[in-house]
């Protein structure tokens, strides 16, 4: 099963800041709390993914890495380090999340004129060499950019004027009871402005299709599934707003020779029964071109052996894993007369006769 986001685990935008990160976590921990649900597997669960999400997001340096590299950047151990014992402060924070109940606290927020572009997502494939050794490439992305012709307004100069029905607040307000509720205002949508003079470029949208070429530097020991964040580099913002940003997730191409579990790399190596039995070197393919490996005398099938620092690079430190070679004895389907004989005289030498009734054959003759 895929591992869930840390944001989406949170609930909270990628842009959120430390506050907001904070208020949800503490609203997840006061909802999934074992305390509050003994013998609840599910909710305890929840709350331990919360909790470790928390402790990547509001680390700056964690956060910073996870952004870009996802858990791959973290070394692909989680970030939980233990609960924080104050998730259960500001307990009117908690309240307002819980229940809405936000305007109590400060009265309704007005609602921002400018409108934040999108996050795009890039599916990007790459040679298993690559992830290895790292890459610089580049990508075209379609995506909607900030109209040019009207700085994202979506009218032209002078074209726009305040919503009369909400003042240019952007929502409007009615009494319920001894509460104030706010909504947004039907009549300009929430953007407490009204375009008159809509911008012909972009049709009012403040935003025009295009297609954009990105140079992307792709660091060594990245795997697949690696996501890698571009800042800025999403789809345009509205109204002055900013850009979102495009996370390219890589897909890497399966090797011939090698499989990868995490930094270590793994292959087999076939081998003759003799070069088993008698030991002596054999040439091993490595990323690194081929590497001599000592065999033992009497090396059975299914043996692995280690090669230090012969795997994949970490992306933080660089630092190389290990690979792991698993001989397989390769058994002659073809014999030449001289090869049969030899095999066969080391069978009679062993008392391993080949014209002698197997073992299944014994047991038959034994009871009939």
Request: aromatic share 6%; glycine share 16%.
């Amino acid at each position: 099963m895929a591992e869930q986001d840390y944001y989406e685990i949170l609930g909270v935008d990628r842009s959120a800041d430390l506050a907001t990160i904070k208020k949800a976590y503490r609203k997840a921990a006061l909802r999934d709390h074992p305390d509050k649900n003994p013998g609840d597997k599910e909710a305890e669960e929840r709350f331990k993914r919360a909790a470790e999400a928390y402790a990547v997001l509001s680390d700056a340096e964690k956060r910073r890495i996870y952004d870009q590299f996802g858990r791959a950047g973290l070394g692909g151990q989680p970030g939980f380090q233990g609960f924080d014992q104050d998730i259960f402060g500001d307990f009117s924070d908690i309240l307002g999340d819980l229940f809405g109940l936000g305007s109590i606290f400060g009265g309704a927020r007005r609602r921002g004129r400018a409108g934040a572009g999108r996050d795009l997502r890039y599916d990007l494939e790459i040679e298993f060499e690559e992830a290895i050794r790292g890459l610089e490439t580049k990508i075209r992305v379609p995506r909607q950019e900030t109209c040019g012709d009207c700085g994202g307004r979506g009218a032209n100069e002078g074209g726009i004027e305040t919503c009369s029905a909400c003042g240019g607040r952007g929502q409007v307000a009615f009494q319920q009871g001894f509460f104030t509720i706010a909504r947004p205002c039907n009549s300009c949508g929430g953007n407490g402005r009204r375009i008159t003079d809509p911008c012909r470029a972009c049709e009012g949208s403040g935003r025009v299709q295009r297609e954009k070429t990105l140079g992307i530097r792709i660091p060594a020991g990245v795997d697949d599934g690696t996501r890698i964040r571009m800042a800025g580099e999403g789809e345009g913002g509205t109204g002055g707003g900013p850009p979102g940003d495009l996370y390219v997730v890589l897909h890497v191409r399966p090797h011939e020779v090698f499989s990868r579990q995490g930094r270590d790399l793994h292959c087999e190596l076939a081998i003759s029964y003799s070069r088993a039995a008698l030991g002596g070197k054999a040439e091993v393919p490595t990323l690194d071109g081929s590497q001599p490996l000592d065999i033992p005398a009497g090396t059975q099938g299914g043996t692995t052996f280690r090669l230090r620092g012969l795997g994949a690079p970490a992306i933080n430190s660089g630092a190389r894993g290990d690979q792991y070679v698993t001989v397989l004895v390769r058994t002659p389907t073809r014999l030449s007369s001289e090869q049969r004989e030899l095999l066969e005289k080391l069978a009679e030498l062993e008392g391993d006769e080949t014209d002698e009734p197997g073992l299944f054959d014994r047991v038959k003759n034994i009871f009939g």
